[in-house]
Structures are given as C-alpha cells and as structure tokens.
Nanobody, 122 residues
Framework: QVQLVESGGGLVQAGGSLRLSCAASGNIRAVDDMGWYRQAPGKEREQVATITDGGRANYAASVKGRFTISRDDVKKVLYLQMNTLTPDDTAVYYC????????????????WGQGTQVTVSS
C-alpha cells in the first residue's frame, strides 16, 4: 500500500524554525512532482511549495525566502525547511506526491499525507 507520512510538526515561537519531512512508502515505480500544502482553521487549503522530479521549486509568495523545499529521491522523502516562522504560518501541513504504484494499472495517482500540525506562538 502506497502512502505518505509527514513528521516534524510542532509548537515553535515566532522567529523560530521547523523542518517537516514526508516519507513515501510502499511499492512505488516512480515519483513525479511533490509538494506541500497547508490549511489554517477556517481557511481553504493553500499551496505552499512544489518541486518537480527535476528539482525545480516554486513557492507561494507568503513563504518565499523563508521556506525551502527539497527532496531525496533515493530515500523517497520530501522536506520543507521553514525559517523565520510567524503566527500566520500556523496550520496543518500536508504533503502530496504524484506517484506511479507498482501495480497492474500503470496509472499515476496523486497521494496525500495525513497532515502534521504546525503552531507558531507570538
């Protein structure tokens, strides 16, 4: 069973840093684009950062210069380094990946993790 599991969330003071990880597991043929999204209470889920299989990254304007997305394709792990955090960054962070499971379908599927809570205190 293919799945994504996030870790690294927690409580941090404003100005602090956190590093989120998202590990893909299961029988996977290939991994394409990956990304991080977040959802704050009462708000819609928004894209935070994405990274292609070639390593090209894109960031939301609100996090550009503070967050860095990266991936380890050998370990099949996605990272999000978050610096200079503010209370506005408080949200549940979700990772997503487009993956080709090693089954008979040969279909690419968008997988989502269960989310990890990030809380930034002022």
């Amino acid at each position: 069973q293919v799945q994504l599991v996030e870790s690294g969330g927690g409580l941090v003071q404003a100005g602090g840093s956190l590093r989120l990880s998202c590990a893909a597991s299961g029988n996977i043929r290939a991994v394409d684009d990956m990304g991080w999204y977040r959802q704050a209470p009462g708000k819609e889920r928004e894209q935070v950062a994405t990274i292609t299989d070639g390593g090209r990254a894109n960031y939301a304007a609100s996090v550009k210069g503070r967050f860095t997305i990266s991936r380890d394709d050998v370990k099949k792990v996605l990272y999000l380094q978050m610096n200079t955090l503010t209370p506005d960054d408080t949200a549940v962070y979700y990772c997503t990946a487009k993956m080709l499971p090693a089954d008979r379908s040969w279909r690419w599927i968008d997988y989502w993790g269960q989310g990890t809570q990030v809380t930034v205190s002022s």
